[in-house]
T-cell receptor, first 113, second 112 residues
């Protein structure tokens, strides 16, 4: 089945720093790719997605590009804020009927003022 | 739009007991998936329901079962609870025809 490897956390940055969280995946098919974010004590929120090669997903200043040749979907943000502190999950979705998400352990981001 | 709602938010059960968790999908969605998230881990897929049938299942024992009702809401049942079943249980809804999954806030289950 599909699997995902995310950059080990935790990641600690100062406000306005540049963020990169690496994500690579293995998949037997052609998955859709997602980034979800989980704030403390909450469920997961969709951050962005891409459904085919070279697609760029973007939302709230975050971006990620679907790189089929390197099976990667790295998350970037040019200037992080304290409010971005959360756990970030990269998830390929197996395409067998409705999409089944495959999550890694996540990357915890802490942004200090 | 209320989004995905789950109940209860927190639950404490004794080892060996049975538990039922509930989920109402986002308006317009027809598919419900359940995930288990242990502390410090990513969510793990339990199973998915569409048209009141289990369509996909992850690597979970038969103690985990579910149901989907005609209004698309769903229940997750866990029998013979173990301490290791303590986790956050997340419900996600979507459209079966390739929709994005939206998650609820989860039910925090503690088995003592």
């Amino acid at each position: 089945g599909d699997s995902v490897t995310q950059m080990e956390g935790p990641v600690t940055l100062s406000e306005e720093a540049f963020l990169t969280i690496n994500c690579t995946y293995t998949a037997t098919g052609y998955p859709s790719l997602f980034w979800y974010v989980q704030y403390p004590g909450e469920g997961l929120q969709l951050l962005l997605k891409a459904t085919k090669a070279d697609d760029k997903g973007s939302n709230k200043g975050f971006e990620a590009t679907y790189r089929k040749e390197t099976t990667s979907f790295h998350l970037e943000k040019g200037s992080v804020q304290v409010s971005d502190s959360a756990v970030y999950f990269c998830a390929p979705a197996e395409r067998s009927g409705s999409e089944k998400l495959v999550f890694g352990k996540g990357t915890k981001l802490t942004v200090n003022p | 739009d209320a989004g995905v709602t789950q109940s209860p938010t927190h639950l404490i059960k004794t080892r060996g007991q049975q538990v039922t968790l509930r989920c109402s999908p986002k308006s317009g969605h027809d598919t419900v998936s359940w995930y288990q998230q242990a502390l410090g881990q990513g969510p793990q897929f339990i199973f998915q329901y569409y048209e009141e049938e289990e369509r996909q299942r992850g690597n979970f024992p038969d103690r985990f079962s579910g149901h989907q009702f005609p209004n698309y809401s769903s229940e997750l049942n866990v029998n013979a609870l173990l301490l290791g079943d303590s986790a956050l249980y997340l419900c996600a809804s979507s459209l079966y025809t390739a929709g994005v999954a939206f998650f609820g806030q989860g039910t925090r289950l503690t088995v003592v």
